[in-house]
T-cell receptor, first 116, second 113 residues
Framework: GAVVSQHPSWVICKSGTSVKIECRSLDFQATTMFWYRQFPKQSLMLMATSNEGSKATYEQGVEKDKFLINHASLTLSTLTVTSAHPEDSSFYIC????????????FGPGTRLTVL | QKEVEQNSGPLSVPEGAIASLNCTYSDRGSQSFFWYRQYSGKSPELIMFIYSNGDKEDGRFTAQLNKASQYVSLLIRDSQPSDSATYLCAVTPPGGGADGLTFGKGTHLIIQP
């Protein structure tokens, strides 16, 4: 159990366009979902935390108007990168935690975004 | 400022030997500690978690936690080439996991056949 999926696995877009990434918990209800970003040879950096039905909490330095997060249900969270620029090119990874499973986070396979 | 420190490596270990990975954390009130393995270009996968002082064993893996020294380690026995990866140490803050994990930069482990 505890499978998290992400879609798409990779995306290439033009500068100025918006990209939506979906994160789904397939076999459990995720009380909290997290969005991370990882640049090459760097560690994962938490971008935001979202709980179903409430506004996401963004980490310092992350623009909430640029990275829109919607946690529509207990199994789905979406991250929309608005007006993407080349510097937004990165590996975006979501994770989910479930009530009753402590603090353990289960990661999705990640989405590699390339902005031309 | 929450910090998790790991030696970036690479750490080279011969096949069949014990690999020892270390991690220190700055926030004394941290509650939960995790080890993830990340292959190049892939997302992290959970290896183990530990909450209490002492050792926790799972197959070839043993996690060790010393809260007084703010130190957590991962031992891999009978290392295999497939264990070659980056190992990430992650810590939850005193308030628990609702605030997300703080990751170290990872230790790159190479198992030499």
């Amino acid at each position: 159990g505890a499978v998290v999926s992400q879609h798409p696995s990779w995306v290439i877009c033009k500068s100025g366009t918006s990209v939506k990434i979906e994160c789904r918990s397939l076999d459990f209800q995720a009380t909290t979902m997290f969005w991370y970003r990882q640049f090459p040879k760097q560690s994962l950096m938490l971008m935001a935390t979202s709980n179903e039905g409430s506004k996401a909490t963004y980490e310092q330095g992350v623009e909430k108007d640029k990275f829109l997060i919607n946690h529509a249900s207990l199994t789905l969270s979406t991250l929309t990168v608005t007006s993407a620029h080349p510097e937004d090119s990165s590996f975006y990874i979501c994770s989910a935690s479930a009530s009753g499973r402590g603090d353990t986070q289960y990661f999705g396979p990640g989405t590699r975004l390339t902005v031309l | 400022q929450k910090e998790v420190e790991q030696n970036s490596g690479p750490l080279s270990v011969p096949e069949g030997a014990i690999a020892s990975l270390n991690c220190t954390y700055s926030d004394r009130g941290s509650q939960s500690f995790f080890w993830y393995r990340q292959y190049s270009g892939k997302s992290p996968e959970l290896i183990m978690f530990i909450y209490s002082n002492g050792d926790k064993e799972d197959g070839r893996f043993t996690a060790q936690l010393n809260k007084a020294s703010q130190y957590v380690s991962l031992l891999i026995r009978d290392s295999q080439p497939s264990d070659s990866a980056t190992y990430l140490c992650a810590v939850t803050p005193p308030g628990g996991g609702a605030d997300g994990l703080t990751f170290g930069k990872g230790t790159h482990l190479i198992i030499q056949p």
